[in-house]
């Protein structure tokens, strides 16, 4: 979907936030460093705007972790290990790595 969404628009699109809840987003921003802090994933095909939202992201008090390009996105949807877990980043990594397309129903059931 997110493909499809660049090539309609014609411009980068960047793909973060998608994985949090709003309360999350809102109140467990923390500082750099901070133990427990929770990471997001960012995925897109532009490096210099996947970068520019890679900053954002730290800046909101979150680590941002690279979720690769935009076709490898589908690790940060619902249905995935990665989605609305508020994880660290360790985690988030293996879970973005773990994800398979064929278990989505599997891991919304859970």
Do not use: H
Request: proline share 6%; glycine share 8%; net charge neutral.
């Amino acid at each position: 979907m997110s493909q499809w969404v660049a090539q309609r628009i014609g411009r980068p699109v960047i793909k973060a936030f998608n994985n949090i809840f709003a309360r999350s987003l809102l109140e467990k921003g923390v500082p750099k460093g901070t133990t427990g802090r929770i990471a997001l994933p960012v995925a897109g095909d532009s490096p210099d705007a996947k970068a520019t939202v890679l900053r954002l992201v730290d800046d909101l008090g979150f680590d941002p972790v690279d979720g690769g390009d935009l076709d490898n996105s589908w690790r940060q949807q619902p249905g995935t290990p990665a989605y609305c877990r508020d994880l660290e980043a360790a985690a988030l990594r293996r879970a973005l790595a773990e994800a398979d397309r064929s278990r989505i129903a599997e891991y919304r059931a859970e």
